[in-house]
C-alpha cells in the first residue's frame, strides 16, 4: 500500500475515527496518550543546523560550462556520452571504486577516534573516506587529516565538524559547521570552498587557519597567498599575514594585519559589529584613521565602501597618502563607489588580482586562465617544500 | 542584508523567500517541518541514524528548493527527498530496509546479561514498522511527533480523508500487533 494509493481516499459513513486521535480534541483515549507518551522519548528535539551560504542552483544543475559555447549541443552531448563512458571503464579498473561509488575524500587519523558518519575511525594509521554529505566529527581529543581530492589537505583539529557538500572537477566544497581547520590548497583560485554558517571562505590560492565557534562566529588567518570571505553582499579579501573576523548576523568583518596596534583592530572590531552612537562611531573611526601604518591599507580600502559620506571622505584621503591613486581612478569614482576604480585601487596594493575574485563572483567557477594554473603548480611545490 | 522574515509569514510566503537566498527563511522551514521529516525517517531507518539523515535532507533540499515550481507543495515536495534519503540510506550501507534492528544503536542500553535492554519505545516502535508504509508514517507522525491529523495533512500534502484512513486503520492494525505481543509474552 503506497501513499498514491490511498490519496483521495476517506472513511465509509459506519466508521469514525475518533476525535482524539485525530485532533487531540474530545475525550481522551487512554490507549492513544499511553501510547504518545511512550513514544514521546523518540520525538524529534535536534536545533536548526546552521545552513550553508554557498550551495547554489549551479550545484544541482551542472552544466557544460564553456563548451556549450564553442561546440554545437549534439557534440556537446556526445562528447558528454563518450565522457561518461570513459569514465565509466576508469572507474571499473580501480579496484578502490569497488568499496563505495560515493564521490567522497580520504581521512587520516592523526588522534583520538574521529567519526566519519556513524563510523569511529580507531587505530595509529586508520584511513576512511568522507563521502558527500556525510560529517567527520572530532571531539575535544581527535583530529584528522583530509586529503581533498588531489588539490590540498587540510588538517581538522579537536572539537570540530566538518561536512562534506560537493567534490568534482572545478569545485570542492565543505561546510565547517564549528571548530578549527587548516587548509593548504593548491587548486586554481576559486575551486575550493569553505562555507561557515557566518560567511563563505573562497580560497584563491593559499594556506589559512579557519576557526567557528559554537555561536556561528568565526576568524580566517589567511599564512600564504589569500583568501576571499564573502557573506550578505560584503567581501572581504585576507592576503598572507592578515585576519578577518566574520559575525553571524553581518558577516565578515574589515581585515587587518595581525600586527596592527591594539586601538586598531578594537575600533575595527567596534565599526564592524558594535551597535555605535554616531559619537562613538566618529571616535572608532578617528582611532582607525590615526593608528593606520602603511600597510594598513589593506583595512582602509574595506572601509571604503563600509563607510559613507564624510566619513568616506576621510578614508579616501588616509588611503590616498599610503596609496597613490593610480590611472583612471579619481576621488569622485571612490567616493561613489564606482567598481571598476576600487578595483584598479585593490590592484595597486599588490596583494593579489582581484579579477581573479570577479570571475568567480559572477561564474561560481574558478579561474580558467593558464597562467594562474602553472601559478598554482608552482605553489604546489612551494608548499610541498614547505611540508618536508 | 536580507531581513528574517516575520514568524507569522506563511509556508509559501517562507518557501519565496528561500528561493531568493534568504536562509532565515530556510531556517524558519526547518523548525516548521523537521518534525515530519523526523517521523518520515523514523519510519525507515534505525534512530540511532535519523538525526543526521534529517540535516541531511534539509541540506539536500536547500539548493534545489529553487526548482519547487509551486511553494504551496514544498511540504510534499520535501516528504519525497526524506523518503528517497531512506531509500539511499540502505543502498549505502548495504543492508535490507527489513532489518532496522541490525545497525547498533548510537547509545545502547546495555543488560547486566551483555544484551542491549529495550524500553517500551523501542517496542511500540517496531510494532508501528510492520504496518503498511501509509499507515506506519501517518501514525509516527501523530503518536510520536505529536502533530494532528489536520496538521499531518498540511505538512505532507495528503488529504484529510488519506490521513484519517491512515490514522484510524493504522491505528486497528497496531492494537492487533500489540495484542498479539502480549499475549504471546503470557504464554511465555
Request: glycine share 8%; charged share 25%; proline share 5%.
Amino acid at each position: 500500500m503506497n501513499q498514491r494509493k490511498l490519496q483521495g481516499e476517506d472513511l465509509p459513513d459506519n466508521e469514525r475515527i475518533d476525535s482524539y486521535l485525530w485532533d487531540g480534541t474530545g475525550e481522551p483515549n487512554a490507549e492513544v496518550q499511553r501510547l504518545e507518551k511512550a513514544l514521546l522519548e523518540l520525538r524529534h528535539r535536534g536545533a536548526a543546523p546552521a545552513f550553508p551560504l554557498a550551495v547554489s542552483l549551479s550545484e544541482e544543475k551542472p552544466g557544460l560550462g564553456f563548451l556549450s559555447l564553442i561546440w554545437p549541443r549534439r557534440f556537446v552531448a556526445l562528447a558528454a556520452v563518450s565522457m561518461i563512458a570513459i569514465i565509466g571503464i576508469a572507474f571499473a579498473l580501480k579496484k578502490e571504486s569497488l568499496t563505495s561509488s560515493r564521490p567522497g575524500w580520504e581521512v587520516a587519523l592523526i588522534d583520538g577516534t574521529p567519526v566519519i558518519g556513524r563510523h569511529s575511525m580507531q587505530g595509529s594509521g586508520a584511513k576512511g573516506k568522507l563521502e558527500v554529505g556525510q560529517v567527520l566529527v572530532t571531539n575535544e581529543n581527535s583530529r584528522a587529516n583530509i586529503t581533498v581530492a588531489e588539490i590540498g589537505e587540510i588538517q581538522v583539529d579537536p572539537g570540530s565538524r566538518v561536512r562534506l557538500i560537493q567534490t568534482s572537477r572545478d569545485r570542492k566544497h565543505i561546510f565547517l559547521e564549528e571548530g578549527t581547520i587548516h587548509a593548504a590548497i593548491w587548486a586554481p583560485p576559486g575551486e575550493f570552498v569553505v562555507d561557515t554558517p557566518s560567511a563563505v571562505a573562497v580560497d584563491l590560492g593559499c594556506m589559512y587557519t579557519l576557526h567557528v565557534a559554537p555561536d556561528g562566529t568565526g576568524l580566517l588567518l589567511t599564512t600564504l597567498g589569500w583568501v576571499g570571505f564573502h557573506s550578505n553582499g560584503r567581501d572581504s579579501f585576507i592576503p598572507a599575514g592578515a585576519v578577518c573576523p566574520t559575525h553571524h548576523k553581518v558577516g565578515p568583518g574589515t581585515p587587518y594585519f595581525s600586527d596592527a596596534s591594539e586601538a586598531f583592530r578594537n575600533a575595527l572590531s567596534q565599526l564592524d559589529f558594535g551597535s555605535l552612537t554616531d559619537e562613538a562611531r566618529a571616535g572608532a573611526l578617528q582611532t582607525i584613521l590615526s593608528q593606520a601604518r602603511k600597510e594598513d591599507a589593506l583595512s582602509l580600502w574595506h572601509l571604503l565602501s563600509r563607510t559613507e559620506g564624510s566619513e568616506r571622505a576621510q578614508v579616501y584621503a588616509r588611503f590616498a597618502e599610503f596609496v597613490p591613486p593610480p590611472q583612471g581612478v579619481t576621488r569622485d569614482g571612490i567616493l561613489q563607489l564606482d567598481q571598476r576604480q576600487l578595483d584598479l585601487w585593490w590592484n595597486a596594493l599588490d596583494l593579489g588580482d582581484i579579477s581573479i575574485w570577479r570571475f568567480w563572483e559572477q561564474t561560481g567557477q574558478p579561474s580558467k586562465s593558464q597562467a594562474i594554473r602553472e601559478q598554482m603548480r608552482q605553489k604546489k611545490e612551494e608548499l610541498l617544500k614547505q611540508s618536508r | 542584508m536580507i531581513a528574517a522574515p516575520p514568524f507569522a509569514a506563511t509556508d509559501a510566503e517562507l518557501v519565496r523567500a528561500a528561493q531568493r537566498g534568504d536562509r532565515n527563511a530556510f531556517g524558519a522551514l526547518y523548525e516548521r517541518y523537521a518534525g515530519m521529516v523526523h517521523g518520515i525517517l523514523l519510519g525507515r531507518v534505525p534512530a540511532s541514524a535519523v538525526e543526521d539523515l534529517v540535516q541531511d535532507v534539509f541540506l539536500k533540499a536547500m539548493p534545489r528548493i529553487t526548482s519547487l515550481r509551486d511553494p504551496d507543495h514544498f511540504g510534499g515536495w520535501l516528504a519525497a527527498i526524506a523518503r528517497n534519503r531512506a531509500v539511499d540510506f540502505f543502498r549505502e550501507s548495504n543492508a535490507a530496509p527489513g532489518h532496522l534492528e541490525d545497525v547498533p544503536q548510537a547509545e545502547p542500553k546495555s543488560t547486566e546479561a551483555g544484551g542491549v535492554e529495550k524500553t517500551e519505545a523501542d517496542f511500540v516502535l517496531a510494532a508501528i514498522r510492520q504496518l503498511p508504509e501509509a499507515y506506519r508514517e501517518t501514525l509516527i507522525l501523530r503518536l510520536v511527533e505529536g502533530m494532528t491529523g489536520p496538521e499531518i495533512a498540511l505538512r505532507t500534502g495528503l488529504t484529510h480523508g488519506s490521513v484519517r484512513v491512515n490514522l484510524h486503520r493504522g491505528m486497528q492494525q497496531l492494537r492487533q500487533i500489540l495484542e498479539g505481543v502480549e499475549k504471546s509474552a503470557v504464554k511465555r
